[in-house]
């Protein structure tokens, strides 16, 4: 699923999916947030790896390490890209199954073990959310629309509009 022109990109990340619980796992980010990993792309755009590098890293820390995969995998990975005005992003769908107590794992992180630096720092949860909400046309009218969906506890939290326009997108294309 190799792109013609990764000239237009501006970042790119990954959108882990639980198989286990059937749930997308997101995480709570500087916008206040629940989002998918990703950030702006870390590379020069003379590398021909540099959205997969990029995916990879942003999905190392942005869940302090509890997650990683290889460049090769995550080449093999479907992946959405999203149009924003004149820049793509890039959005991998990483479907694995996660350990049960992730969520609490995270939550329980010893920080000093990260290495210095803020990039490591900018998530500060994350919480799995069933798919099954986004598979209705009502309940997803309602999120489009609120940018509100229920974690795994059914607590309602608010979701970033990319996150948001990639699920679409993969149930769209029948990725989930």
């Known amino acids: ?18 198989t286990n619980r059937s749930s997308v796992l997101l995480v709570y980010d500087y916008t206040q947030n629940y989002n998918c990993c990703g950030g702006f792309l870390k590379y020069d755009i003379d590398d021909p790896q540099r959205l997969e590098k990029t995916a990879k890293e942003e999905l190392h820390e942005e869940t302090r390490t509890l997650f990683s995969c290889d460049l090769d995998y995550l080449t093999s ?16 769908i990483y479907k694995t199954a996660c350990e049960n107590d ?17 990039e490591y720092r900018e998530t500060t949860s994350i919480k799995l959310f069933p ?19 229920q974690d795994h506890t059914g607590k309602n939290r608010q979701l970033n ?13 029948k990725l989930l």
């Open 1 to 18: 699923m190799a792109s013609s022109n990764k000239g237009n990109y501006s970042g790119s990340g990954v959108l882990i999916v639980d």
């Open 77 to 92: 990975c479907p992946y959405i890209d999203l149009e924003f005005h004149d820049e793509i992003f890039r959005c991998y």
């Open 102 to 118: 992730i969520c609490t794992r995270f939550e329980n992180f010893n920080l000093t073990e990260l290495p210095d630096n803020d």
């Open 131 to 149: 798919l099954k909400q986004f598979r209705g046309k009502k309940s997803w009218a309602n999120i489009d629309k609120t940018s509100i969906a």
């Open 161 to 173: 509009r990319r996150v948001i326009s990639v699920i679409k997108e993969a149930f769209e294309q």
